[in-house]
């Protein structure tokens, strides 16, 4: 059988715990933000080793603060997993969880309070995000994926300051309730329409700039949409450049993107970015040759004397 005893905020030695199950010999503590038990905390709402701490009666003192459900904590649990109490949590939830308009993320699965998954509930990986932790706000969190540019397909943001930037090629598709967390994802990443890029070629900041280092170059490559698929696979693409005569592929991965265009007739460029992220749009610099002939009619006058 099993003891159900109710603790308040003014009197648990946790104090962010709402309720304390005994099941059998294992003490499991439910509550916000955290779960704590001693040895390795299966976390019933969460899934297997949602967080782990030390064993022994000391592990009813711990919590894992901030540890994504389904994972492990990579850090023990100290003075900052134990410095947000529950009004706390719930404030930064309040003030995070709302999304920012036209900032270019879509919700997954409404956002708030889902924690961030792969092709379905139950994948989740380390090797599909970049972790930072500390974040102060869920805009600070965005900045990090925005600053991933194409490499980028959403971030997971909890309350506790944890910030995951996902870079999962085939994106995030699916998501997990946990509370204090926010998924969100990038837009689909789209190339321009080919009417914009015809008879453009591809350049840098400015119509003059055409370095070797912004892109790589493949050569024999059958076609636009063979050059279109070399950059969807490649990380950081910003565009490319193509050319049909010879199989000309140029797969921008400039930093700045593709900044400025130039006409040059048998070529194609197109951006490559998320669909509807507010400034990805650059504007396309032209640079128009006129040729000036000047002609110049030189006139000979003749002049015959006649002698009698």
């Given at each position: 059988s099993s003891l159900l005893i109710t603790c308040s905020l003014a009197t648990t030695v946790l104090g962010m715990c709402s309720s304390i199950m005994l099941l059998g010999s294992m003490a499991l503590a439910a509550c916000h933000g955290f779960v704590a038990g001693d040895g390795q905390t299966l976390g019933p709402a969460y899934g297997e080793g949602r967080c782990s701490q030390s064993a022994g009666s000391a592990a009813m003192k711990a919590a894992c603060s901030g540890a994504a459900p389904g994972r492990r904590s990579s850090s023990p649990a100290g003075p900052h997993s134990l410095g947000h109490s529950l009004l706390q949590v719930q404030h930064r939830r309040s003030s995070t969880g709302g999304l920012l308009a036209d900032d270019g993320f879509e919700p997954v699965d409404g956002g708030t309070n889902r924690a961030c998954r792969g092709a379905?509930?139950?994948?989740?990986s380390d090797s599909y995000y970049t972790l930072f932790r500390s974040m102060q706000s869920i805009d600070l969190c965005k900045a990090k994926c925005r600053d991933a540019a194409t490499d980028c397909r959403g971030i997971e943001y909890h309350g506790s300051g944890r910030c995951e930037?996902?870079?999962?090629?085939?994106?995030?598709?699916a998501s997990f309730p946990w509370p204090g967390a926010t998924c969100l994802r990038m837009p689909p990443l789209v190339f321009e329409p080919e009417e914009i890029g015809r008879s453009r070629a591809c350049r840098g900041a400015d119509a003059t700039d055409n370095s070797d280092a912004h892109f790589e170059l493949r050569l024999g490559v059958g076609?636009?949409?063979?050059?279109?698929?070399?950059?969807?696979?490649?990380?950081?693409?910003?565009?490319?450049?193509?050319?049909?005569?010879?199989?000309?592929?140029?797969?921008w991965t400039r930093?700045?993107?593709i900044g400025a265009t130039v006409r040059l007739d048998g070529f194609i460029c197109l951006r490559y970015g998320h669909s509807t992220t507010p400034g990805t749009t650059v504007p396309?610099?032209?640079?128009?040759?006129?040729?000036?002939?000047?002609?110049?009619?030189?006139?000979?006058?003749?002049t015959t004397t006649t002698t009698t």
């Open positions: 379905d509930s139950d994948d989740t930037v996902w870079t999962r090629s085939q994106g995030i598709r076609s636009l949409q063979a050059c279109k698929d070399i950059c969807a696979s490649t990380s950081g693409c910003r565009g490319i450049e193509f050319r049909s005569s010879g199989g000309r592929c140029e797969v930093a700045g993107g396309t610099t032209t640079t128009t040759t006129t040729t000036t002939t000047t002609t110049t009619t030189t006139t000979t006058t003749t």
